[in-house]
């Protein structure tokens, strides 16, 4: 069974660039959940994917936004980047929209904005 | 809004004693709560989950109490372990989220050998 996987793991971009960040899914699971964690702060909800969907979309802008395809995986899309976009983007996928079995969480994608 | 607080951002314990990690929330709507656990350079890890029709659960060295009155959730680990060492989410899903995830700030919990 293979875990939830991200790429790239680390990523820099100048302020108003545009970037795509990449999550495969752990086999079985048909949600996706990103989050956003900032230095020092818990992960922040994004917004969830279930079968290709968007199921929830926590206080993010518009420029936030995403994909899930037929096999589950996801992007997310920043667009116009700002400085304060700079953190560890986690995708998480799960059994269901749900979480209580809990989230199996990918390693990451640090994301630095300059 | 905080709907998942964690008011301590560390915790320091000798090995072989217990740690308590605390979490408060807001909102009487959530209907499961969850701690992760984070390495550094890796993603959160499930740990542990309590329902909220519970007040306990145990999972070997691990244990969450749930007290809905008080809106309060402790994780409790005995004994503790140096590869304990770590950083612990509380979290909190269910029709009060959206049946979103809400994640607490998390605490450092230090367990020295």
């Known amino acids: 069974e293979t875990g939830v996987t991200q790429s790239p793991t680390h990523l820099i971009k100048t302020r108003g660039q545009q970037v795509t960040l990449r999550c495969s899914s752990q086999?079985?699971?048909?949600?996706v959940s990103w989050y956003q964690q900032a230095l020092g702060q818990g992960p922040q909800f994004i917004f969830q994917y279930y079968r290709e969907e968007e199921n929830g979309r926590g206080n993010f802008p518009p420029r936030f936004s995403g994909l899930q395809f037929p096999n589950y995986s996801s992007e997310l899309n920043v667009n116009a980047l700002e400085l304060d976009d700079s953190a560890l983007y986690l995708c998480?996928?799960?059994?269901?929209?749900?979480?209580?079995?809990?989230?199996?969480f990918g390693s990451g994608t640090r994301l630095t904005v300059v | 809004d905080q709907q998942v607080k964690q008011n301590s951002p560390s915790l320091s314990v000798q090995e072989g004693r217990i740690s308590i990690l605390n979490c408060d929330y807001t909102?009487?709507?959530?209907?499961?709560f969850l701690w992760y656990k984070k390495y550094p350079a890796e993603g959160p890890t499930f740990l542990i989950s309590?329902?909220?029709?519970?007040d306990k659960n145990e999972d070997g060295r691990f244990t969450v109490f749930l007290n809905k009155s008080a809106k309060h959730l402790s994780l409790h680990i005995v004994p503790s372990q140096p590869g304990d060492s770590a950083v612990y989410f509380c979290?909190?899903?269910?029709?009060?989220?959206?049946?979103?995830?809400?994640f607490g700030a998390g605490t450092r919990l230090f367990v020295k050998a």
């Open positions: 309590i329902s909220s029709i519970k």
């Open positions: 979290a909190a899903s269910g029709k009060a989220g959206g049946f979103k995830t809400i």
């Open positions: 998480a996928s799960s059994l269901g929209p749900t979480s209580n079995y809990g989230y199996t």
């Open positions: 086999s079985g699971h048909n949600t």
């Open positions: 909102n009487s709507m959530f209907d499961y």
